[in-house]
């Protein structure tokens, strides 16, 4: 059976990216890392800057829980603008509704 997935600290990561200056796939068996390791890391320093590597394989968790409450409020936004709309579509029957019955329940017939 293999061994389970290395974990690197962040200083790791960042003098590894750091040695980048020398050829890759040097600093890669130096470190014993995948080029496609490196590569990322250097990306994702780049991108994130201080806020790159944050350990446990739970890169930026606010970042991600952020998007999923947004994609949650558009779902919900959508379902209120469904729901809205039936609503409308209910009270517009309903009144055409009482037009109707009134109109046919008002009869004018006298008695003598």
Same mark, same amino acid.
């Given at each position: 059976m293999g061994a389970g997935r290395r974990k690197f600290t962040r200083e790791f990561k960042e003098s590894a990216v750091r040695r980048l200056g020398a050829s890759l796939a040097e600093v890669a068996r130096a470190c014993e890392v995948n080029p496609n390791v490196l590569h990322r890391w250097r990306r994702e320093l780049q991108e994130f800057g201080t806020k790159a590597f944050t350990g446990n394989g739970q890169r930026r968790t606010? $970042?991600? !829980?952020?998007? $999923?409450? $947004? !994609?949650?409020?558009g779902r919900q936004a959508l379902e209120i603008d469904f729901l809205r709309r039936c609503l409308q579509h209910v009270e517009e029957q309903r009144k055409l509704q009482a037009l109707d019955t009134r109109s046919s329940s008002v009869r004018t017939s006298k008695k003598k």
């Open positions: 606010d $970042e991600s !829980r952020i998007a $999923e409450l $947004e !994609r949650k409020v």
